[in-house]
């Protein structure tokens, strides 16, 4: 009977072992001798144990410098423009319309419009100005006959004809004389149209472009005086673009549109670079905001009404509740003798 016990211990006792040993291996590695740890290690190439299969190890942890990994790179909008190419403030301009009291002056009104008219209408629409605004209250005023004129001077694409063409017998588009009632018509019929004669530029509408544009009329008024200086050391032009400190990157694909005695007033102003600038820039702060004059005179109006207002009801205050501003109060006597207590 003992000795089908320890038949029956020695397989368990074996099995322990050999678990222990596997949770272990290090323990087994540190206490070898030197000689043993570096001799070659059954089974440490992958060759068969005694007694077990084959057994694959894994390679030894690299261990060296830790390497930082690269930084990302930046977004372009992270990215500051150089200080050499930052656009100069805008130059500081007085202007007439500007300030509570501020209105337009007629007469450089139509002067911007004669320059409108001749030389940036070559190029840039004003689509959101009416013919018939031209002779309207606080604006250049013209009279009714010369609106007329001017209209009739611009030519509007026509619908169908009768018998129901758009185009003539040279495959033209259909037009018509222009009517106070029409808009200013565009330069160019779309934007690829546009893009194609302009060497892939587009100009923008003018209709807002003062509104648009941070710094308002001073800003238009430098970038168009700001050109035909030379550009710093270090910077270059490419062709098809010309330098101009006032805008981003100081280069702009509009060639210089103004220069002195571009354009003959009929009223005999001096038509220097200074004065074409500072009449095309009004009007096209007009043609913001046409209804400047007159909202002015209409907030200048209530604002008396206001203040008389305010005058009217202190005295009826003053008036009504003089002497009686404390009755109902707890305290001696009742009515209008009501007073309070010390």
């Given at each position: 009977m ?38 070659p ?9 005694p ?87 606080g ?7 010369e ?36 808009y ?27 509104k ?14 700001g050109f ?39 009223d005999?102003?001096?038509?220097n ?27 200048f ?17 003053r ?24």
């Amino acid at each position: 009977m003992r000795q089908l016990q320890r038949l029956l211990l020695i397989p368990a006792l074996a099995t322990l072992c050999a678990s222990a040993s596997a949770q272990t291996p290090g323990a087994a590695q540190q206490a070898a001798p030197p000689s043993a740890a570096a001799a070659p290690q059954p089974g440490a190439t992958g060759g068969p144990l005694p007694g077990l299969g084959r057994v694959e190890t894994a390679p030894p942890a690299q261990t060296g410098p830790e390497t930082q990994s690269p930084s990302p790179a930046k977004l372009q909008s992270e990215i500051a423009p150089a200080p050499s190419t930052e656009a100069l403030p805008p130059k500081s301009v007085a202007w007439s319309f500007t300030g509570p009291f501020g209105i337009y002056d007629r007469a450089s009104l139509q002067r911007g419009f004669q320059i409108y008219k001749q030389v940036c209408s070559n190029c840039h629409s004003l689509s959101r100005i009416a013919f018939r605004n031209l002779g309207d209250p606080g604006g250049p005023q013209f009279s009714q006959d010369e609106v007329k004129a001017i209209a009739a001077s611009y030519k509007i694409p026509a619908g169908p004809n009768v018998q129901g063409q758009t185009v003539d017998a040279s495959g033209m588009p259909l037009t018509r004389a222009g009517t106070p009632a029409d808009y200013f018509p565009p330069p160019f019929p779309n934007e690829q149209a546009a893009r194609a004669a302009l060497n892939g530029a587009l100009p923008p509408d003018l209709s807002l472009i003062v509104k648009a544009r941070d710094g308002h009329m001073n800003y238009v008024y430098s970038i168009l005086t700001g050109f035909g200086q030379t550009p710093p050391a270090g910077e270059t032009v490419p062709n098809g673009l010309y330098y101009n400190p006032y805008f981003p990157r100081h280069q702009i694909a509009m060639p210089p549109p103004l220069t002195d005695g571009a354009v003959t007033f009929s009223d005999g102003t001096p038509n220097n670079l200074d004065q074409e600038a500072h009449d095309i820039v009004s009007f096209l702060a007009w043609a913001s905001e046409p209804t400047q004059d007159s909202r002015k005179q209409v907030g200048f109006v209530v604002m008396l009404y206001l203040i008389g207002l305010t005058v009217l009801l202190f005295f009826a205050y003053r008036r009504i509740w003089h002497g009686h501003h404390d009755a109902g109060a707890v305290g001696e006597g009742t009515g209008d003798k009501t007073r309070l207590s010390p």
